[in-house]
């Protein structure tokens, strides 16, 4: 996992409510990324940071909004509007988006009550 | 976009044998290809990557190939034990950030 931390490890999600993920790196990363993994399935992109201040939208990006506020942090939002949020969500760094290896944080699984 | 497709989805080996698990690619752009390993719980982790310029890649046991006229790439573990166990994902990259990935390989090793 490497300097990629999230949190919590298991989240619960209520009817309606927005939820907030946690993505944190001490590893001096210019990029960050999350992804939804459901069983059986590969990773699929939900959102990217290539800066501080600017991201882009990965390919299920509806339902779920994210910041860059800082160059170490990239939370995930996943809103009331996202109706399948149960997953495993998965953020990942890199030096830079060139073609930079991915490294992994130890995912938090979100399940709606 | 790109599609990556992997195959087999299941792939039960004897301790010792080895293992292949192969990839097709649908994007004659992508050229950057990882490979991960995944354990039950836990995020993936990089254990082997190659760039479109190189035909094959070792590292001690694993091994990639590529063949960018076939668009394809293969994973090789060669003599396979049972901490090998788990899930194996490919990956293709043909611009900034967006990794497609496979639908992945459950792996077993047999002791």
């Known amino acids: 996992d490497g300097g990629i931390t999230q949190s919590p490890k298991y989240l619960f999600r209520k009817e309606g409510q927005n939820v907030t993920l946690s993505c944190e790196q001490n590893?001096?990363?210019?990029?960050m990324y999350w992804y939804r993994q459901d069983p059986g399935q590969g990773l699929r992109l939900i959102y990217y940071?290539?800066?501080?201040?600017?991201?882009q939208k990965g390919d299920i990006a509806e339902g779920y909004s994210v910041s860059r506020e800082k160059k170490e942090s990239f939370p995930l939002t996943v809103t009331s509007a996202q109706k399948n949020p149960t997953a495993f969500y998965l953020c990942?760094?890199?030096?830079?988006?060139?073609?930079?290896?991915?490294?992994f944080g130890p995912g938090t699984r979100l399940l709606v009550l | 976009g790109e599609n990556v497709e992997q195959h087999p989805s299941t792939l039960s080996v004897q301790e010792g044998d080895s293992a292949v698990i192969k990839c097709t690619y649908s994007?004659?752009?992508?050229?950057?290809f990882p490979w991960y390993k995944q354990e039950l719980g836990k995020g993936p982790q990089l254990i082997i990557d190659?760039?479109?310029?190189?035909g094959e890649k070792k590292d001690q046991r694993i091994a990639v190939t590529l063949n960018k006229t076939a668009k394809h790439f293969s994973l090789h573990i060669t003599e396979t034990q049972p901490e090998d166990s788990a899930v194996y994902f490919c990956?293709?990259?043909?611009?900034?950030?967006?990794?497609?990935f496979g639908q992945g390989t459950i792996l077993t090793v047999h002791p």
């Open positions: 190659i760039r479109s310029n190189v």
């Open positions: 590893l001096n990363h210019d990029a």
């Open positions: 990956a293709a990259s043909t611009s900034y950030g967006k990794l497609t």
């Open positions: 994007d004659s752009a992508s050229n950057y």
């Open positions: 940071s290539q800066i501080v201040n600017d991201f």
């Open positions: 990942a760094s890199s030096i830079s988006g060139d073609q930079e290896t991915q490294y």
